[in-house]
Nanobody, 123 residues
Framework: QVQLVESGGGLVQAGDSLRLSCAAS????????MGWFRQAPGKEREFVAV????????YYADSAKGRFTISRDNAKNTVYLQMNSLRPEDTAVYYC????????????????WGQGTQVTVSS
C-alpha cells in the first residue's frame, strides 16, 4: 500500500507559478512511476505529466509542455510538479498517482491516488 498526500495548491493570478508536492509513504516509492492528473469541474480527470521510477524519462500533456516540469526525489519519497505561466484553464484539482506498471497517460493504469490539491488561477 502507498499513501500519497499532495500539497502546494492555492489561488494565483494568470502568469504566476506554483510548485505542487506529493509525499509518499508505505511501500517503496522508487518502484513506482508517478503521474500528475487534474480534474476541472464537470470534466473528466485528465493526464498532466508522468515520470518514470528512476526519473530518467518524463512525458507531458500538450497543455503542459513548456510550462510544467515534473521531477522526483526518491530519497525524500516526493514527486513535484513545477507549474509556470499559469492560465485560468489550468484551474482544477490536481492529483498525484503511482503506477506499478510504468509510466502511462492512462488513469486506469494507476494503483494509488492522493486526495488532490486545488489550484485556482484567476484572470
Amino acid at each position: 500500500q502507498v499513501q500519497l498526500v499532495e500539497s502546494g495548491g492555492g489561488l494565483v493570478q494568470a502568469g504566476d507559478s506554483l510548485r505542487l508536492s506529493c509525499a509518499a509513504s508505505g511501500r517503496t516509492f522508487s518502484n513506482y512511476a508517478m503521474g500528475w492528473f487534474r480534474q476541472a469541474p464537470g470534466k473528466e480527470r485528465e493526464f498532466v505529466a508522468v515520470i518514470t521510477w528512476s526519473g530518467g524519462s518524463t512525458y507531458y500533456a500538450d497543455s503542459a509542455k513548456g510550462r510544467f516540469t515534473i521531477s522526483r526525489d526518491n530519497a525524500k519519497n516526493t514527486v513535484y510538479l513545477q507549474m509556470n505561466s499559469l492560465r485560468p484553464e489550468d484551474t482544477a484539482v490536481y492529483y498525484c498517482a503511482g503506477s506499478r506498471r510504468g509510466a502511462s497517460q492512462r488513469k486506469y493504469q494507476y494503483d494509488y491516488w492522493g486526495q488532490g490539491t486545488q489550484v485556482t488561477v484567476s484572470s
